[in-house]
């Protein structure tokens, strides 16, 4: 049980640490909302009225407090879901903006991941068992140099390729726009073709980490006492590289996971911005270039969060599937 | 054997003569070396000014301008060129204050221990699970001086430098109780002075390899913020080249040369530096080098 509590602990003080980084990082570096988007809406030259400024504060929630009143008052608004308005969108919230884009880049990113773990780990298995055959240096080789290009580049190849020369499938967007965005098979049918060269684009490289560990984790498995022993005893090749060699081997690629999250969401910014993906991530670019500072913060903190909750769900599982983890944490 | 065989002759450093028999390593030395020639030689080497944008826009490749003009009327091949220089730069800028921060967390936690330790790595491990990229949009939007190198460089240094330093930290701890580690410290040296002189030295390698992976992804990391359009997109970089590529509809008109181009040399100028890596691991681990 310490080995869960450990976690739930860490996951706690990671979250804490994330939001408090979210509070520090605009007030570190001196900005000032308000006026910004003063100075937006009036243009660049002209002077902003004193009075306007108090009015859009107080309407944005820019208080002029003392900064541990501003941390605490923004761990309550953290805490019950009020992230404030959106400058781009006034006067929609900054929660419901958002909610629109999540759905979205939930779909793009939970499956390219279970893909990209599922192919990378079989590939990176069959290689292993076939290490030191050709097939072995060309896929290990190939996916090296692959696993070097953008994101953003191979997005932009696919674009050029299959949308503007083939014209098979729409460069941009994530629906055609004759159906509200609903879940019911009739959008899903509509949506399905805008969404397959965004995951193209990362499923490429995507495997790639998974593939290049698991033939690593897989060669030394299966040069173990256990797997010699393994042989010794006759057992077919299939159970021995499955069995024994693929079962130990795929459990660092289960703590992998998170980490590898963290790159696979930075991709899907790129690629979200490249196919215009009515995602977060393009969000999040649009409300940097509009300098739409609670929506900004707020997307930032989503991301976070959820990458926290997946760090969370590998290490729990981690633990479930390997006792030694849990043995070594109580020791 | 005769004693002219025995005679020391002047010959290449060790490390060298290791780095160099391993194929990949070599193939990626020379491939980089390429790299630095094109971005020391520049001026050279480039058919024109990256900035002089007197040609007429959207012009297909040909004798004159061998990747064609941009849809403003800059040389593609000159860009590309001058491009090396600002990765590179940004690369190893990034790259070496990535990694004097790795060094100073990692090994002051791994060497200290107890309540230091448990500080530096839980802000470790929570720079590590953050999402880099979004905090790099986040940050570049709030930092001062928006579009400057400088900003880039921060951004990239600041958010890239969590691995290397749990990689260091891991090493140090199977250190630090070596025999002469103690033997250093009952001699009555110092702290700073067992970290640095007696433990660095031999971690060198993994500093080394911590360097080069660095370097590289803050060559992808400039490539991918440039791409974005954050920073300015007026520097000459492969990442702002695809930008604009992208911005002016570059791709409906066919300028394929546009495209890759700069993606080729950034994915080309990554490779190198993973192939670099691969003969540096060799030099720590035996069983990795070839015969």
């Known amino acids: ?331 | 054997m005769t004693a002219a065989a025995l005679r020391p002759r002047a010959r290449a450093p060790q490390w060298f003569t290791i780095l160099w028999r391993n194929k990949k390593a070599r193939f990626g030395m020379l491939l980089l070396l390429a790299f630095v020639l094109l971005a020391l030689l520049a001026p050279v080497l480039a058919p024109y000014d990256p900035r002089d944008r007197s040609f007429a826009g959207g012009l297909p490749p040909s004798a004159e301008h061998w990747f064609g003009t941009t849809g403003k009327g800059y040389d593609v091949a000159s860009q590309a060129i001058f491009g090396a220089r600002t990765s590179l730069v940004i690369g190893l800028v990034a790259g070496a204050i990535a990694t004097t921060i790795s060094l100073l967390v990692g090994m002051t936690a791994g060497y200290l221990g107890g309540m230091v330790d448990e500080v530096l790595s839980f802000v470790t491990n929570l720079a590590l699970v953050v999402p880099a990229l979004p905090l790099m949009i986040t940050l570049a939007a709030y930092v001062p001086g928006g579009g400057s190198e400088w900003m880039v460089i921060i951004v990239i240094s600041i958010t890239g430098w969590a691995g290397a330093a749990r990689l260091k930290r891991a090493q140090i701890l199977t250190l630090r109780n070596r025999e002469y580690i103690q033997a250093a410290r009952m001699a009555g040296d110092g702290t700073f002075h067992v970290i640095f002189r007696e433990i660095a030295p031999n971690m060198t390698s993994l500093i080394v390899v911590g360097f080069i992976g660095a370097v590289g992804g803050a060559i992808g990391a400039e490539a991918g913020l440039a791409f974005l359009g954050i920073g300015n997109p007026d520097t000459i970089s492969w990442g702002t080249m695809l930008y604009w590529a992208n911005t002016d509809g570059a791709l409906l008109t066919g300028a394929f040369a546009r495209l890759v181009v700069p993606g080729l040399l950034l994915a080309l100028l990554t490779t190198a530096l993973t192939f670099v890596n691969f003969g540096v691991d060799a030099l720590s681990n035996p069983h990795l080098r070839e015969p």
Do not use: C, H
């Not at chain 1, 003063?38 to 820019?62: H, N, S, T, Y």
């Not at chain 1, 072995?136 to 090296?144: E, F, G, K, M």
């Not at chain 1, 760090?311 to 983890?325: K, S």
């Open chain 1, 1 to 331: 049980m310490a080995y869960f509590a450990r976690r739930i602990g860490f996951f706690l003080l990671t979250l804490w640490g994330a939001v408090t980084l979210n509070f520090l990082i605009p007030r570190l570096s001196g900005g000032d909302p308000a006026q910004a988007i003063l100075q937006r809406i009036a243009g660049k030259e002209a002077r902003v009225d004193p009075a306007q400024l108090a009015a859009v504060r107080a309407m944005l929630g820019v208080p002029d407090e003392p900064l541990w009143r501003q941390y605490l008052d923004y761990l309550g608004n953290m805490a019950s879901g009020n992230f404030g308005v959106s400058y781009t969108y006034f006067p929609y919230s900054v929660s419901e903006v958002i909610g629109e884009a999540v759905p979205w880049t939930i779909v793009l990113v939970g499956v390219t991941l279970v893909l990209s773990f599922a192919i990378g780990t079989l590939l990176g298995t069959w290689v292993a068992w076939r290490r030191g055959t050709t097939f072995d240096s060309v896929l290990t080789v190939t996916s090296a140099f692959v696993g070097t290009l953008p994101f953003f580049w191979i997005a932009l190849v696919l674009i050029y390729v299959f949308a503007i020369t083939l014209g098979w499938l729409p460069p941009s967007g994530g629906f055609s726009g004759l159906l509200e965005p609903a879940p019911t098979a009739a959008f899903v049918a509509d949506a399905w073709p805008y969404f397959i060269l965004p995951a193209a684009a990362i499923m490429i490289t995507g495997p790639i980490g998974w593939l290049l560990g698991m033939r690593n984790n897989m060669v030394q498995s299966l040069g173990e006492d256990f797997a010699r022993f393994g042989r010794a005893k006759g057992l077919s090749n299939r159970r021995l590289a499955i069995a024994y060699g693929a079962r130990v081997a795929i459990l660092p690629n289960v703590t992998g996971f998170a980490l590898a999250l963290g790159g696979l969401i930075g991709g899907t910014v790129l690629v979200e911005q490249t196919f215009n993906y009515p995602g977060t991530g393009r969000l999040l670019l649009e409300a940097v270039s509009n300098k739409d500072y609670p929506l900004m913060q707020t997307i930032f903190l989503f991301i976070a969060v959820g990458v926290l909750v997946a760090n969370l769900v590998a290490d729990v599982l981690y633990g479930v599937l390997d006792p030694r983890a849990r043995r070594r944490e109580a020791a």
